[in-house]
């Protein structure tokens, strides 16, 4: 009964081992399928910061980069605004992002918390201002939330 028992045991650690290798292979698929997805040059459509709408003059000729790997470069007329590096989760709901800056800023190498929804060619992020608020839970920037929301159309894969 006793070796029966620990059998049971091993059998149900290696299932369990194997199960977690499997989750990791899903949500590795996952990463790479959402990761080729977001790679291109995207222009931001619309944009809302702790409340207040971003007007179009503002953000107009901005474009962000995705390239694929884990990198984010938004430009204005070739001057960087904002560089980063990322990691993704499309397993969670909604799906998360944490973005480490690397361009020069108040935040540089720190990690902005975000979500973010991709349908078709447009890409909804929603981040942190300050990394020591929250990560976002939902698409919206409502005053003193401390969140920025902007909407992306693909220019170009």
Not at 21 to 32: N, P, Q, S
Not at 106 to 134: M, N, R
Request: proline fraction near 3%.
């Amino acid at each position: 009964m006793r070796m029966h028992a620990m059998m049971l045991a091993v059998f149900c650690q290696c299932a369990a081992v194997g199960l977690l290798g499997a989750a990791g292979d899903a949500t590795e698929d996952a990463v790479k399928k959402d990761l080729a997805a977001l790679k291109g040059v995207w222009a931001v459509v619309s944009a809302e910061k702790n409340g207040k709408k971003i007007g179009s003059d503002e953000f107009k000729g901005v474009t962000v980069t995705y390239d694929g790997a884990g990198k984010i470069l938004a430009e204005r007329d070739g001057k960087v605004l904002f560089a980063a590096t990322f990691k993704i989760d499309p397993t969670k709901k909604p799906r998360t992002i944490d973005a480490t800056q690397t361009s020069d800023g108040d935040t540089k190498g720190k990690v902005l918390l975000g979500i973010y929804e991709l349908k078709d060619d447009t890409l909804t992020f929603c981040s942190q201002v300050d990394p020591s608020k929250d990560r976002p839970t939902d698409f919206t920037a409502k005053a003193g939330s401390g969140h920025f929301l902007r909407v992306y159309k693909r220019v170009k894969n």
